[in-house]
């Protein structure tokens, strides 16, 4: 059984629909990437599985269980998490009190997840004292994923998460999602950086114009000559 399963959802803003009739899933240790132009509708997918917007029609399902309609801290508790690309992080709050946010409805402590983070994130342990608002690109994408980490979801959800970054912090933010996904997380994932991100996916979808217009294996989407052309920039 699928962990997640969007099943004929139409979606959008108001009187306006982005998503039509959209159906896919991410399987249990997944990678899932969902490429497409600009106005696809990868982010307003990733917004209403994590419960910001409310299907139209269709359902989602996770793990077991309806979750369609349910607001964003029911999900978090069902074991969900979501890094939106703005808007990720405390500026004004330390590095360790950002990562404690992310354990706000842990009910056992959150000490030994907080150490788990700082040995799968070093660089933040040696900088747990500063304020986020002062850290790179690079570093604040560090805390924004740990931040999401610390209730130990099963399903983490990125929007763009190499967005602005220079090449070398391109290839570290994608050695640590591999390294999440080692972990048995699995992730669904909206990326600019399509090529890195297919290689390191089980599995994508295209969408273009606010539907599934392709899905397959990442090696399969890398190699298909149209895809490409039309969402990669071309063969490499």
């Keep these: 059984m699928a962990l997640l399963d969007v099943h004929h959802v139409n979606s959008g803003y108001g009187e306006m629909t982005i998503l039509r009739d959209i159906s896919m899933r991410v399987d249990a240790g997944e990678v899932v990437t969902l490429i497409g132009p600009n106005g696809a509708g990868k982010s307003t997918l990733l917004k209403t599985i994590f419960g910001l917007l409310m299907p139209t029609e269709g359902r989602i399902r996770f793990g077991d269980a309806d979750i369609t309609g349910l607001t964003p801290p029911a999900l978090v508790r069902r074991g969900m998490s979501f890094v939106p690309q703005v808007d990720n992080v405390f500026p004004s709050l330390t590095v360790q009190e950002n990562l404690e946010m992310g354990a706000f409805v842990r009910g056992d402590g959150f000490a030994g997840r ?20 002062g850290l790179s690109g690079g570093e ?20 763009e998460p190499s967005a602005g970054l220079s090449p070398r912090l391109v290839g570290m933010v994608f050695e640590k999602i591999a390294e999440i996904n080692q972990a048995g997380v699995a ?3 909206v990326e600019q950086n399509a ?32 895809v490409g052309r039309l969402y990669l920039g071309g063969r490499r």
């Design 195 to 226: 090529r890195q991100a297919l290689r390191l996916s089980h599995r994508g979808y295209v969408l273009a114009g606010g539907q599934v217009r392709l899905e397959g294996k990442g090696d399969q989407l890398l190699s298909d000559e149209e």
């Design 114 to 133: 907080l150490e788990e983070m700082y040995t799968f994130f070093p660089a933040l342990r040696l900088k747990r004292k500063q304020r986020v608002g």
């Design 140 to 159: 604040r994408q560090m805390v924004a994923m740990g931040r999401a980490l610390m209730l130990d979801p099963r399903l983490l959800l990125l929007d």
């Design 187 to 189: 992730l669904l994932i």
